[in-house]
């Protein structure tokens, strides 16, 4: 079991930053790949970013690349994404999830691939 605490959300205005952060515990944490979604109201949870177990390797959604950067630190058992140039679209509740099995793949990550969620946390970006 691997319980995720995610925060560091807020209301930014738009082009401004923010660093989420999510702190792991209860299993290895470098045995997990970690991911960030994002859910907006009336619409289906999407991939943003994730990272291999090691960190040496990551993937952004396209609607992110460029503006968003996901990172970790396995000796704090947390994992980040700094957000910047941050957009009105970008608003969303964003959670970030553990994966046992999952690989970086060639396509957006997919909610099912991952076995643990954090409780989210709210991001508002005013235009």
């Known amino acids: 079991q691997v319980q995720l605490v995610a925060s560091g959300g807020g209301l930014v205005q738009a082009g401004g930053s923010l660093r989420l952060s999510c702190a792991a515990s209860?299993?290895?944490?470098?045995?997990?790949?970690m991911g960030w979604f994002r859910q907006a109201p009336g619409k289906e949870r999407e991939f943003v970013a994730a990272?291999?177990?090691?960190?040496?390797?990551?993937q952004s959604a396209d609607s992110v690349k460029g503006r968003f950067t996901i990172s970790r630190d396995n000796a704090k058992n947390t994992v980040y994404l700094q957000m910047d140039s941050l957009k009105s679209e970008d608003t969303a509740v964003y959670y970030c999830?553990?994966?046992?099995?999952?690989?970086?793949?060639?396509?957006?990550?997919?909610?099912?691939?991952?076995?643990?969620w954090g409780q989210g946390t709210q991001v508002t970006v005013s235009s």
């Open positions: 990272i291999t177990r090691s960190g040496g390797s990551t």
């Open positions: 209860g299993r290895t944490f470098s045995n997990y790949l």
């Open positions: 999830a553990a994966s046992r099995g999952a690989l970086l793949k060639p396509r957006s990550l997919r909610p099912s691939e991952f076995d643990y």
